[in-house]
């Protein structure tokens, strides 16, 4: 990742960090011995809390909800795992906002019923109780989307994680309901 994307990306992650925070505890000031931070290398993924290599994953979670003590969920498409066109169906999230950034690629992000061409460096901010989806629209795009959970949730992370693995969930107990189909791409 260029330096100025990583820089960007933790930028436009320092509201939703200040937001999760307020969602933990408003009673806590002191550090909280049982969450240590940590350093992740680009190929290793923390799901569950546990740090690990990555072998064929098509997602990454940089940081658990177990990280955040469920106020935050960050994940993000692997380089290469877009090899087909098209997205998740369109869908609300009732209890999380979302944050998409592009680091790398092309993307489309629908918001309500406006559909957005999303490049290297766009984001979008989507309030909970808000449909939404995005697509892949290039065969074996190269791209690298992140996607921000507030608050996280372990449910949510579930789900990334059977999808990490390159199945699809048949059913979840995440914060996820479906709306509308994905957007079409030819």
Known sequence: MRRSNFILSAFLALPGLAYAKSLISKKVTAKNPSVAGFFIKA?????????????????????????????????????????????????????????????????????????????TDDAAFIPRGTKHTFVNPVENNPGTLVSIHLPGSKEMEGYFKTIASGKFPESSDADLSEVGAPIKVD
């Open 43 to 119: 190929n290793e993924t923390r799901f569950d809390g546990q740090q690990r290599s990555m072998q064929n994953d098509l997602l990454r979670c940089v940081i658990s909800s177990d990280d955040s003590q469920t106020g935050l969920l960050f994940g993000t498409t692997m380089p290469g795992a877009l090899q087909e066109k098209g997205g998740p169906p369109l869908h609300i999230h009732k209890d999380q906002d979302e944050i998409f950034f592009v680091v790398s690629g092309k993307f489309l992000i629908q918001i309500d019923d406006h559909i957005y061409a999303a490049n």
